[in-house]
């Protein structure tokens, strides 16, 4: 995946313009789309609404201030301050704990955690568990609401037909957290943070980010792996299915 890109829905889109429109004032409902539109890499809002017809998500650039800002001031809004910010522009990570750059190592062991919770990402997507839209929540026990989701667990294979489990929870702003333990020593291992090595070849957890957009939240640190598992997972060529590998931790 593309560091300089990241994916939205149509529910994504509502959402970034929805914080927009609690920034500004003096600004139509109209204009703010095709500035918002702008921001994203689009030359109109029409062209943006056409490419996520038909699409869960659609791949575009993450979002930019200074090209919201020259649509603006192409549409007459000359007096807007040439410091506005209206969108996230994802770079950092945003929580009260950590405002630094995103992680831009892609060593063995990050790839390693990468691939395995792309795989059981895919895995539930493909056995439609959940999607990438807000409050996709489709597994037994889940709920559109993240205070009445119960987490499921489901079964997938990954190279070579090595078993795994990983267990699925929502949780506040539209988050999924995903618990992946590869090739499970016990027919009961219940994918958790409690979970070691002592319960399969690798275990990992990870974030999913659905709000504001589809990626996997700036990570690898919930991740144990042994040395011949991480060997297998770094070989691994794993692409997202509509969603970014990597992107800025929201809390």
Not at 57 to 71: D, M
Not at 138 to 165: D, K, L, M, T
Request: proline fraction near 5%; charged fraction near 20%; hydrophobic fraction near 40%.
């Amino acid at each position: 995946m593309s560091e300089s890109t990241f994916f939205v829905s149509e529910a994504a889109v509502r959402n970034l313009k929805g914080t927009s429109v609690r920034r500004i004032y003096g600004i139509s409902s109209a204009h703010l789309s095709e500035a918002f539109a702008a921001a994203i890499g689009f030359r109109t809002n029409a062209a943006l609404r056409a490419a996520l017809v038909g699409q869960a998500t659609v791949e575009v650039p993450k979002p930019s201030n200074a090209r919201l800002l020259q649509r603006l001031r192409e549409l007459g809004y000359t007096s807007v301050p040439d410091d506005l910010q209206l969108v996230p522009e994802l770079q950092h990570s945003y929580t009260p704990f950590r405002q630094f750059p995103l992680n831009k190592r892609r060593g063995v062991r990050w790839n390693s955690w990468r691939n395995l919770v792309v795989m059981a990402i895919n895995a539930g997507l493909e056995q439609r568990l959940f999607g990438l839209q807000p409050t996709d929540n489709w597994w037994p026990g889940a709920a559109r609401n993240h205070h009445e989701c119960q987490s499921a667990n489901y079964r997938f294979n990954v190279a070579s037909g090595i078993p795994a489990i990983a267990s699925v929870d929502a949780h506040a702003g539209d988050e999924l957290s995903i618990q992946v333990v590869l090739d499970p020593k016990r027919l009961d291992v219940n994918p958790s943070i409690f979970c070691g090595l002592s319960d399969g070849d690798a275990v990992a957890h990870c974030w999913l980010e659905r709000r504001l957009g589809a990626w996997i939240q700036d990570g690898g640190e919930g991740f144990s792996c042994k040395r011949t598992a991480q060997a297998m997972l770094v070989g691994l060529n794993v692409m997202p299915k509509g969603y970014a590998d990597q992107g800025s931790f929201i809390l």
